[in-house]
């Protein structure tokens, strides 16, 4: 394992093709989560990102590892970053490699999807409306409601980086 | 001397409890399902958001029934917004 994966600085999307380029794979397939500028109808000019670090990176690792597991011939390769990012500014990185373009997607697509559910990081929007933590808010139930399953919000509100 | 974890909490977990980090009592060895439990027993205003606070034990996505002991780094992982 290289440097910290989750990071402060700007990342760069050259890094993680080569961390996965090599002479069998003949396609790399990359993704970009790039802040954008509206979420749920409200303007957005900064976003604060933190994360549970060393739980992120151990999480991360773990993602790595499964699905270069499940898909055969797949490696992959992703950043993160954290700290206050603006618009236009990336947020996370992500590269597949594969002999053919169908794994490459596909493993790629898996990457960003369950970094999303399952990394340990947060974000605070900084609107018109001041700060909030996304996703929080669309958490609150009522005591013991019983029926949601765990993390059954998470999914649905904020899927603004595709 | 009493038996204790430390807990953190993030983003509105954090903002609920009103700190980042602190040690939190375990009278006995319990799974993470009912020291979440107890954590929002001491923190009443987290009780809404119960059902979607996951426990991370040690730095890992714990199940309800894991067993947590004594010295245990234990996270409450609000819905997670990366990406």
């Known amino acids: ?162 | 001397m009493s038996n204790t974890v430390r807990l953190l909490a993030f983003a509105g977990a954090r903002d609920v409890l009103g700190a980042s980090e602190l040690v939190f009592p375990l009278d006995a060895p319990c799974t993470a399902e009912e020291l979440l439990h107890h954590v929002c027993s001491r923190f009443p205003a987290l009780v809404p958001y119960r059902r979607s606070i996951r426990v991370a034990v040690n730095g890992a996505y714990a199940g309800p029934d894991e067993e947590v002991r004594s010295g245990d780094e234990v996270a409450l992982i609000p819905p997670v917004a990366g990406g």
């Open chain 1, 1 to 162: 394992m290289s440097a910290t994966r989750i990071r402060r600085e700007a990342l760069s999307l050259d890094e993680v093709i080569q961390i996965v380029a090599r002479p069998e794979a003949g396609a790399i397939a990359t993704f970009l989560g790039v802040v954008r500028n509206m979420n749920d109808g409200r303007a957005v000019s900064l976003l604060e990102y933190e994360a549970y670090g060393t739980m992120a990176e151990a999480e991360l690792q773990r993602i790595l590892e499964e699905l270069e597991r499940e898909i055969p011939g797949v490696r992959v390769a992703a950043t993160h970053r954290i700290g206050a990012l603006h618009v236009g500014d990336v947020a996370v990185a992500c590269a597949a490699s594969a002999p053919h373009r169908g794994e490459a997607f596909r493993a790629c697509r898996e990457l960003i999807d369950r970094i999303k559910a399952r990394l340990p990081i947060w974000k605070r929007e900084h609107g018109p409306d001041g700060p909030y933590w996304v996703g929080w808010e669309d958490a609150r139930c009522t005591p013991d409601h019983g029926e949601h399953e765990h993390h059954a919000h998470a999914h649905h509100a904020h899927d603004e980086k595709r």
